[in-house]
C-alpha cells in the first residue's frame, strides 16, 4: 500500500491496523507482536491528561524511538517473567481487555492518516473476583504507509484520570 | 497561624495484639478498619513531619497543589508574600472542598467556595463572604480563616504538622539530613510532572518495602537480567529511637560493566552524579527521597482505605540542568522508578498479596539481618522494618516494652 492510494483505502487500511494493535495487546501470548505495528521510526507514549495540559513533560511511558518500544516486550518477558516461565512471573496475572470506539479517522496532506478514537482498558485479574477498570481515555494516533503496510508513525495514550487505577503490564 | 485538628478518638478503638518478639508484625493491622481511622488520627496528624511537596512544584506566588495529610484533604500553597502554607481544603463555613484540581494558581481571586462565595486570600484568611446581613453580631472574618497545618521547609521540601508537640524539623530528620543533602544538593529543582498509581495495599505495607533490602534481588528480577548488582552499601534508620527514617544506600554495576539485554540501556545511565551511589530515603511516616540513577523523585505515600494506596510519584531536574539532561532524566525516571517503570512494578503485585492473605491472621516475620539489634545494617537486610513499626507503635499508643525482644 501507498500514500497514494484512495484516501478509502488508507482510512479503512488505518482502522484495521487499531483493531490488530488490540487484537495483539489483548493477547499475552501475543506481546511479542506488538513492535511490528510500529515504524521503524515511531514513538509510543502513555501521559496523563493532567500533564499534558500543564506542559509537563513527564509521561508515564515515554518509548520515544522503535528500540524503546522493542525493549518493552523484553522488560515484560524478561524482567518481569523471570524468562518466560508463567509461574515465576513478577507480576499479577490481569487479562487485558479493550474495548475501543468510535473511531475517527483524519487523512492528513503528507499521506498518513490521524486515527482518533475513544477506548476503555479492564483487567480481570486471576487472583481477584471483580474486573478492574485500568484506564479511561483516547488514542491520537498517526499511521503511515509503507512498503510493509501500515504502521503505526506515533501512538499516544492520553489517560482521562490523572490517577492510574493499577499498574499494567501489556500496553495500553 | 497553625492550629490542631480535633480529634475524636482518643486511643486505639480495638484491643491489638502484638507479639511480644519485635521481628513479628500482627497481620490484622493491614485489614482493621477502626485501627486505619485511628491511624489517620494518631500518626499522621499526631507528632510527626509530612513530606507534602517540594517549593519547585509551586514556584510563583499563588500557587498550589492539592493531596492529604494521611485523611485530611490540604492545599499547599505560596501565598502573595511568598510563604509556603499548608491548608485544609474545606470550607470553614459549611465545610465544602474549595478547590478540586490537582494544582492551579489563585493569586488573582483567592480561594472561592461555591457554595455560599466566602472566599479566601492564599494565606488562608477569610476575605469575604456574600450577603453576611442578619449574620450574628459577633461574627469576625478574623476567626474563620482556614485550618492550617504547621510548615517546615528543608531544601525545598515542604513538611507539614497539625501537632503542636512535634519536635523541630532538624530535630526529627535528624543525620536523615545529610541524605537529603546528597539528593536535593542546593534545593534548587525544576518540577517535570508527577505520575499517581493506586496500590491495593495498605499504606504499611507500601512504606516497610522500602525499609526492606532483601526484597531488591529476589523480586525486582530485572537487575538480574542486566548483571546490575550492589557494590556494597548500607541501611541506617536515623532516629530509630524516636522516628525511624529510613536511609538506604548503594553502589550499583556501572551500565558499562551491564549486560546489554536492552537495545537502549541509557535506562541504566549515571550522568550526572560522579559515582553510582545512590540513596533511597523514607521520612517517617510517608515520604520517599531518592536519586536513584539519574533520577530525582519524591514519593508520596497517600492512604485512601485500609487496603488501597495512592502514591505519587514526583519527578524533578536540577534548577540548571541543561535540556538534554532534562530530556534525559524524563526519558529515565518514570522507565526506571514509576508505576509503568522496568523495576518498580513488580512492588505492586508483590504487595497486593500481600495484602490479600493478610485475612489469614497470624504473623508476618522479619528475620534478615536481626540478628543486629540496632543500625547500620546491610543493605540486603531486611531488618531495618523493625525499626519502622517501633515507630509506629509508639504512635498509635502501643509501644514496645521493654527487654520484650
Given at each position: 500500500m501507498k500514500a497514494t492510494d484512495s484516501l478509502a483505502t488508507r482510512e479503512q487500511a488505518a482502522r484495521e491496523l487499531l483493531a490488530r494493535y488490540v487484537r495483539v495487546v489483548d493477547d499475552p501470548d501475543r506481546?511479542?507482536?506488538?513492535?511490528?505495528?510500529?515504524?521503524?521510526q515511531a514513538e509510543y507514549r502513555v501521559v496523563t491528561r493532567e500533564n499534558l495540559e500543564a506542559g509537563?513533560?513527564?509521561?508515564?511511558?515515554?518509548?520515544?524511538t522503535k528500540d524503546r518500544i522493542v525493549d518493552r516486550v523484553t522488560v515484560i518477558r524478561e524482567f518481569w517473567g523471570a524468562g518466560g516461565r508463567l509461574e515465576d512471573r513478577h507480576y499479577n496475572q490481569v487479562r487485558p481487555r479493550h474495548v475501543v470506539g468510535p473511531v475517527w479517522t483524519e487523512p492528513q496532506d503528507d499521506g498518513t492518516v490521524r486515527v482518533l478514537a475513544n477506548f476503555a482498558v479492564w483487567g480481570t485479574p486471576a487472583g481477584d473476583f471483580y474486573p478492574r477498570l485500568l484506564a479511561v481515555g483516547e488514542y491520537r494516533d498517526v499511521v503511515e504507509f509503507g512498503p510493509q503496510g501500515p504502521r503505526f508513525r506515533s501512538k499516544w495514550v492520553v489517560l482521562?484520570?490523572?490517577?492510574?487505577q493499577d499498574v499494567f503490564v501489556y500496553p495500553l | 497561624m497553625a492550629s490542631v485538628l480535633p480529634r475524636t478518638?482518643?486511643?486505639?478503638p480495638v484491643p491489638l495484639r502484638w507479639p511480644p518478639e519485635d521481628n513479628r508484625i500482627p497481620r490484622e493491622i493491614f485489614t482493621d478498619p477502626d485501627l486505619f481511622r485511628w491511624e489517620m488520627d494518631a500518626?499522621?496528624?499526631?507528632?510527626v513531619w509530612v513530606l507534602v511537596g517540594h517549593e519547585a512544584e509551586i514556584p510563583q506566588p499563588g500557587d498550589y497543589k492539592t493531596l492529604s495529610v494521611g485523611a485530611v484533604p490540604v492545599i499547599v500553597v505560596r501565598d502573595a508574600q511568598g510563604q509556603v502554607r499548608v491548608l485544609?481544603?474545606?470550607?470553614?463555613?459549611?465545610?465544602?472542598?474549595?478547590v478540586e484540581g490537582p494544582r492551579g494558581n489563585v493569586?488573582?481571586?483567592?480561594f472561592r467556595c461555591?457554595?455560599?462565595?466566602?472566599t479566601y486570600a492564599p494565606d488562608g484568611s477569610l476575605l469575604g463572604v456574600s450577603l453576611?446581613?442578619?449574620?450574628?453580631?459577633?461574627?469576625?472574618?478574623?476567626?474563620?480563616?482556614l485550618p492550617q497545618a504547621r510548615v517546615a521547609l528543608y531544601k525545598g521540601l515542604i513538611f507539614a504538622s497539625f501537632?503542636?508537640?512535634?519536635?523541630p524539623l532538624d530535630t526529627y530528620l535528624a543525620e536523615l539530613t545529610e541524605g537529603l543533602d546528597r539528593v536535593?544538593?542546593?534545593?534548587?529543582l525544576r518540577y517535570l510532572g508527577s505520575i499517581k498509581v493506586i496500590f491495593r495495599t495498605n499504606w504499611k505495607l507500601y512504606v516497610e518495602n522500602i525499609y526492606d533490602g532483601y526484597h531488591v534481588t529476589a523480586l525486582h528480577t530485572g537487575f538480574q537480567v542486566v548483571r546490575l548488582r550492589s557494590h556494597g552499601g548500607q541501611r541506617l534508620v536515623p532516629n530509630y529511637e524516636r522516628n525511624g527514617h529510613l536511609w538506604g544506600q548503594s553502589r550499583s554495576t556501572p551500565r558499562e560493566q551491564l549486560?546489554?539485554?536492552?537495545?537502549?540501556?541509557?535506562?541504566?545511565?549515571?550522568?550526572?552524579?560522579?559515582?553510582?551511589d545512590h540513596n533511597m530515603m523514607v521520612v517517617f511516616p510517608s515520604g520517599v527521597v531518592t536519586d536513584y540513577f539519574d533520577t530525582l523523585q519524591l514519593r508520596y505515600v497517600l492512604p485512601l482505605a485500609v487496603d488501597q494506596t495512592l502514591i505519587e510519584f514526583t519527578f524533578f531536574a536540577r534548577a540548571d540542568d541543561p535540556e538534554e539532561v532534562v530530556r534525559h532524566r524524563v526519558r529515565q525516571g518514570p522507565a526506571v522508578?514509576?508505576?509503568?517503570g522496568a523495576i518498580t512494578l513488580e512492588d505492586a503485585a508483590a504487595l497486593e498479596r500481600v495484602q490479600q492473605s493478610s485475612v489469614a491472621r497470624g504473623d508476618n516475620v522479619v528475620l534478615k539481618?536481626?540478628?543486629?539489634?540496632?543500625?547500620?545494617?546491610?543493605?540486603?537486610?531486611?531488618?531495618?522494618i523493625r525499626h519502622f513499626y517501633q515507630a509506629y507503635r509508639r504512635l498509635i499508643g502501643v509501644p514496645v516494652e521493654e527487654g520484650s525482644s
Open positions: 506481546i511479542e507482536e506488538w513492535p511490528d505495528l510500529f515504524a521503524d509537563l513533560p513527564v509521561c508515564v511511558v515515554c518509548d520515544d482521562d484520570t490523572p490517577v492510574l | 478518638v482518643q486511643g486505639p500518626v499522621f496528624t499526631g507528632p485544609v481544603n474545606a470550607c470553614a463555613h459549611r465545610g465544602a472542598r474549595l493569586l488573582k481571586g483567592g461555591i457554595y455560599h462565595m466566602w453576611p446581613d442578619d449574620f450574628p453580631a459577633e461574627f469576625r472574618k478574623e476567626d474563620y480563616g501537632h503542636e508537640g512535634t519536635p536535593l544538593g542546593d534545593g534548587r549486560e546489554p539485554v536492552l537495545r537502549d540501556m541509557t535506562l541504566f545511565d549515571v550522568r550526572t552524579k560522579p559515582t553510582t522508578l514509576g508505576p509503568a539481618g536481626t540478628p543486629k539489634r540496632f543500625p547500620p545494617y546491610r543493605h540486603v537486610d531486611e531488618a531495618p
